[in-house]
């Protein structure tokens, strides 16, 4: 019942047990590798999403920048030829040229979307994106795309592609006529130390632009600029039939007309004689925007077509006035025009394939897949993890039960390794500890059972002549006396030896050390043994050369550990062996000093030669004191060795004998 009882207890103080309770999760190292698994893949999928997203937006920004450049280049092309004639009859060389130079597949279509001329080369054309390109229409150019014109200028306030000139460009004869005189103009120019150049504007008038940007140097010269700004009879032609058309757009508003100069500005010409910036009747000088207020800039090229400048009507100078006059010029400009250049069309700009410039869009669509993908990735990590954690946490807790059943008493049991790697090695090293620390509890069970029996024997044989003596069956003489104290000393002999072990295993075995000279030791202990020796008929002999090495040691300790050697060996001897003690210096020259006791006894089986250091262990299972002592003869040996900073070995073959080798560290020897 006592028994059944403790082993209830036991159970229920298991069951108990707080360490037996399991974690929780966030505590675990499953739940911590969880969460530094789940951390890492996050920040990497934002890390990873985030430079995907800026490479990419960085590549597709420089594409779309060189594309701009090509469209831009395409754009302006196609707009010059719109400006020079009047229908697209015959573009589709020009649009066969742009896009093998570009390699891009480039379109146009009439407003309607009807084919006007297409670069694809495939049998069936891919259809067009919904969207255009880009509009190319002359009379109202995209200031985004527009490119600057031959003549280095861009696009006018009103939009007009400053190419389209329509009635304003020059006849042959009457550019070749005018080219003539602006270079008279710029020889004259020159020999008077001013550096100028002919340019030829869209309509083909020149004009004399000096070098530096600085008219006011050709006004104390002989080079009469004033020739060049004469307008010719077709270009005061359109002019007229320009300021009529504004004039009837004045009307219209209940205004009073007005007269164009050359520049398209109105009001009183300049009166100076020579231009700043002569050129033809084109608006190459932005007009006023509808929205500002224009300022009427009077320069040198505002020279009436004659000598004598026609009667100009001049309206009241306000803002309003100013507005309307640039609306209706800009109107009648374009109406103007309307004739002369090509008509509206739309551009469509893309590859072969039919795609058009590539962009990033950062859609609903495309937002839901970078989190699904991001999803995916956490994930496939936390199943990793978890499949990764559980097969790391699984021996661990097989470890920590394992561990936990020790404590509470019951018998060590391995757990199975599941590899080579950390945790593999840590349950090996359980094992170890597991199956060390069972041997120790066999050594301790079976160290209890052996002092036990060892104080049995001498015990019962004191108190079996004791209780003889009393009843009067053995007289108290002599011999019983010394049987007694046999007996006794046996005790003592066996105390004594424990309290050495014991002493040396808690590390408070007291030693005196002192110079010992190791062939005087040998010599005392064979002398102490002798007699012993001689009863057994065993010879007991010391070789030793003279003088011997010396060391520092302990000699009654020293004496204790070589007299339990040679106790040993005559008591394994038979009669007739021979037991010898030697001692030499260690020939690697370390200082070290070796003690060999050697006999030709019975030996030692090689499966026992590894316990005979154990404490009671005797190669005499019956543990007959006759042939065996009290089994710590040995242990003590290598404890006070070990004490010296030495070590013991033993070497035997059966039937032939033993050698057992003391090697202490010793000092150098002394002179002859």
Sequence with gaps: MRRARGGNDRSDRRRETPGRARLPLRRSLLGRLLAVSALVAACSVAATAWIAVQTTSGAIKQEQGQNLTADARIYDTLLDYAARNPTWDGVGATVREL??????????????????????????????????????????????????????????????????VGPFRLSAADSKTLRRTADDKVECLNRAGIASDVVVGASGRPRVQIVGNDPERALGTRCDLAALDTPTRSEQKALDALTGLADACLKRQGREGVQLNSDLSWGDPASSTVPSEPGPLVPRVPLPAPAPVPVPVPTPRDAPVQDTAPSVVTPERTGENDRAIASCVSAARSEQLSSYVASPALLFIGDEGG????????????????????????????????????????????LTGAAQRMRDGEQPESVPVSGDDEVGRLAAAFNDMSAHRARLEEQRKAM?????????????????????????????????????????????????????????????????????????????????????AENAGVTLAVTATAPGPTLRADPVRLRQAVGNLVSNAVRHTPEGGRVTLRAYAHEE??????????????????????????????????????????????????????????????????GEGSTFVLRLPGTTPSGP
Excluded at 102 to 120: E, H, K
Excluded at 122 to 143: F, G, K, R, W
Excluded at 356 to 374: E, K, V, Y
């Design 99 to 164: 896009a093998r130079e570009s390699g891009r597949r480039v379109a146009l279509t009439t407003q309607g979307r009807q084919p006007l001329a297409d670069s694809a080369t495939a049998a069936t054309a891919p259809a067009l994106p919904p969207q255009a390109s880009a509009v190319v229409d002359p009379l109202s150019v995209d200031t985004v795309l527009a490119a600057r014109g031959t003549d280095g200028q861009g696009a006018a306030a009103d939009r007009i592609d400053p190419r389209a």
């Design 355 to 398: 795609a058009t410039l590539p962009g990033f869009d950062l859609s609903p669509t495309n937002t839901a897949r970078i989190a699904g993908a991001a999803a995916l990735v956490l994930a496939l990590t936390v199943g990793a993890s978890v499949f990764a954690g559980a097969r790391l946490v699984r021996p661990l807790h097989a």
């Design 448 to 532: 209890v059972s052996d002092v036990a029996h060892e104080l049995r024997t001498p015990l019962s044989n004191i108190r079996g002549w004791l209780e003889a003596a009393q009843d009067g069956l053995a007289d108290p003489d002599p011999a019983f006396v010394s049987s007694l104290l046999e007996e006794a000393v046996l005790l003592q002999h066996i105390i004594d030896d424990l309290q050495d072990l014991a002493a040396a295993d808690a590390g408070v075995l007291r030693l005196h050390p002192e110079s010992v000279e190791i062939r005087e030791l040998l010599s005392q202990v064979a002398a102490a043994h002798q007699a012993r």
């Design 589 to 654: 020259g370390d200082g070290a000093v070796l003690v060999e006791v050697t006999d030709t006894g019975t030996g030692i089986p090689p499966e026992d030669l590894p316990h005979v250091f154990d404490r009671f262990w005797r190669a005499e299972k019956s543990r007959n004191r006759r042939t065996g002592g009290s089994g710590l003869g040995l242990a003590i040996v290598r404890k006070l060795v070990e004490a010296h900073g030495g070590t013991v070995d033993a070497t035997s073959v059966e």
